[in-house]
Nanobody
Framework: QVQLVESGGGLVQAGASLRLSCAAS????????MGWFRQVPGKEREFVAV???????????DYADSVKGRFTISRDNAKNTMYLQMNSLKPEDTAVYYC???????????????????WGQGTQVTVSS
């Protein structure tokens, strides 16, 4: 059984930084693309970033336009952990952030929620103006 546990959320002021972590267990972490999504009440869960490991020190990544240049996704396969470094935070980044593991191993990146079959419980990020 796959388990994903997020941590690192909190309350910060606009312009500050946070780093989220997602600890995974249950299947070979390195083989699966991993993603970050976020959700605010009354809205659909939206894509934030995704990463897959090609081999060695090579990764594929993709980002939502709204976070490009401010957020950086990374992973440490030896620790079975994924990260989201969030810089220059804005009030509109306020949401519950979820990590997710793609349903199939490989290199393919996906922005679609339906392609991910395991989800964490979420961690709240609140950015005050």
């Amino acid at each position: 059984q796959v388990q994903l546990v997020e941590s690192g959320g909190g309350l910060v002021q606009a312009g500050a930084s946070l780093r989220l972590s997602c600890a995974a267990s249950g299947r070979t972490f390195s083989r699966y693309p991993m993603g970050w999504f976020r959700q605010v009440p009354g809205k659909e869960r939206e894509f934030v970033a995704v990463i897959s490991w090609i081999g060695g020190s090579t990764y594929y990544t993709d980002y939502a336009d709204s976070v490009k240049g401010r957020f950086t996704i990374s992973r440490d396969n030896a620790k079975n952990t994924m990260y989201l470094q969030m810089n220059s935070l804005k009030p509109e980044d306020t949401a519950v952030y979820y990590c997710a593991q793609k349903d199939r191993p490989g290199f393919g990146l996906s922005k679609s929620r339906s392609d991910y079959d395991y989800w964490g419980q979420g961690t709240q990020v609140t950015v005050s103006s």
